[in-house]
């Protein structure tokens, strides 16, 4: 594809990087490394300028320059880059001082210059099931969810729904730190994964026990509650669906593709970073339910995911992707489990067409935002070839 010649910015902004080993040696390797430099190769074939950068570059930023890393063959290489004209929030904090350092470099990027915002980001998980819960078209599809307020507020849940409950954290990722809460005759049974992401499995003789565990293992971090839902195959094994749904070209909401995610053997969570795998969603559903069934089931899972997209930008603000999880119980009824405006590609590797659309959405969306507004700092091919390298 010929190369457009607007010379728009794109800045992606990603976690810091980890301090090197001692006497460790070799190419940088970026967060990401994989999806970013699939980002920045098709950007480049469009004539978008793309380079990485970290919070803690934005403080040392100079004039309409920022450090950024930028790939040159085939390697990453710290150089001076311009202001980006648009941002690409792909950061992952694993902390809420990484959240705040985050978001605070991106308001200062755009005092720096004024710039947009390709994807915004999402509160806790409780309000996005507020804010979906308000459309009448999708309550029916959400679990209902409670925030926790200490395990002596779980019994009487207990009596709601005494299939179990199902507690995970409310800005939590990857399954880290979700549990199963079960009644087994007298006593209780826990199990799920903890803040490693390790498997745990417990179990209590009295309600006691199992409460002063609970509110120690929870303490400091906001949960959410739901019902247990049955989520697993014949086989035992917890599965979802991912969808990803990302803007198009033109700024609408287009399906990118689904894939069905099959947890290990005990795991109550079925996310690849707890050793699940993926399969298209097609194929994984006809096997299930046979094909006509699988066809319904995503045709809905669809038409959810998009009216889902539409709430949470009307109400959270632009949105350029989501990865939306949903659970299918044995009689083939659809929950809507939670929504993530940071997804993953990697359940979708298996889908030809799905990766290839999942890098160059946000591409095209970018290039569309950029294009919107004349530049405020031209870069040309002339200057990208003369920008200065940084030496550490």
Same mark, same amino acid.
């Given at each position: 594809? !010929?190369? &457009? ?21 070799g190419p940088l390797a970026m967060p990401e490394d994989s999806f970013c430099r699939q980002l920045v190769r098709y950007g480049q074939s469009l004539g978008l300028f793309v380079y990485l950068f970290c919070a803690t570059h934005v403080a040392a930023a100079q ?27 792909? !950061?992952?904090?694993?902390? !809420?001082?990484?959240?705040r350092d985050g978001r605070a470099a991106l308001a200062e990027l755009k005092k720096l210059k004024p710039c947009v915002l390709l994807n915004g980001s999402l509160p806790g998980k409780l309000d996005v099931y507020l804010g979906l819960e308000r459309d009448m ?30 507690? =995970? ?6 399954? =880290?730190?979700?549990? $199963?809460? &079960? ?14 992401? $390790? ?86 559903l006809t096997a299930r339910y046979g094909s006509e069934a699988a066809g319904r089931l995503l045709g809905r899972i669809r038409w959810i995911s998009e009216r889902a997209a539409a709430a949470l930008e009307n109400r959270f603000g632009r949105i350029a992707e ?10 083939? *009824? ?10 993953? *590609? ?21 290039? =569309? ?15 990208? *070839? ?7």
């Amino acid at each position: 594809m !010929a190369e &457009l010649q607007h010379g728009s910015v794109l800045g992606i902004l990603i976690s810091e990087l980890g301090s090197p080993s001692l006497g460790e040696e070799g190419p940088l390797a970026m967060p990401e490394d994989s999806f970013c430099r699939q980002l920045v190769r098709y950007g480049q074939s469009l004539g978008l300028f793309v380079y990485l950068f970290c919070a803690t570059h934005v403080a040392a930023a100079q004039g309409r320059f920022i450090k950024g890393y930028v790939l040159r063959q085939g390697e990453w290489r710290q150089e001076s880059c311009p202001l980006p004209d648009v941002l690409y929030d792909r !950061a992952l904090p694993k902390s !809420a001082a990484q959240h705040r350092d985050g978001r605070a470099a991106l308001a200062e990027l755009k005092k720096l210059k004024p710039c947009v915002l390709l994807n915004g980001s999402l509160p806790g998980k409780l309000d996005v099931y507020l804010g979906l819960e308000r459309d009448m078209e999708l309550s029916p599809w959400l679990p209902a969810t409670y925030k926790f307020e200490g395990a002596a507020g779980l019994k009487p849940l207990m009596n709601q729904h005494p299939e179990g409950l199902f507690l =995970k954290p409310a800005a939590g990722s990857h399954g =880290k730190g979700a549990i $199963r809460l &079960l009644r087994k005759g007298d006593g209780w049974q826990i199990d799920g994964r903890d803040r490693r992401n $390790r498997m745990l499995a417990l179990t209590f003789s009295d309600w006691p026990d199992a409460s002063r565990w609970l509110d120690r293992f929870v303490s400091g971090v906001t949960y959410i509650v739901q019902p247990y839902l049955t989520l697993a195959g014949e086989d035992g094994c917890s599965f979802d669906v991912r969808v990803l749904i990302q803007k198009d070209e033109t700024g609408k909401w287009a399906y990118t593709g689904a894939a069905v995610r099959t947890g290990q053997p005990g795991s109550v969570t079925a996310n690849l970073h707890g050793g699940g795998s993926a399969q298209t969603a097609m194929d994984a559903l006809t096997a299930r339910y046979g094909s006509e069934a699988a066809g319904r089931l995503l045709g809905r899972i669809r038409w959810i995911s998009e009216r889902a997209a539409a709430a949470l930008e009307n109400r959270f603000g632009r949105i350029a992707e989501l990865g939306i999880d949903y659970g299918i119980e044995p009689d083939g *009824r659809i929950w809507l489990l939670e929504a993530n405006a940071k997804p993953g *590609r990697k359940s979708l590797d298996s889908d030809e067409q799905a990766a290839r659309l999942a890098v160059e959405r946000p591409i095209r969306y970018a290039l =569309k935002l950029a294009l919107r507004r004349q530049p405020v700092f031209p870069f040309s091919r002339n200057q990208r *070839r003369s920008i200065q390298e940084v030496h550490p």
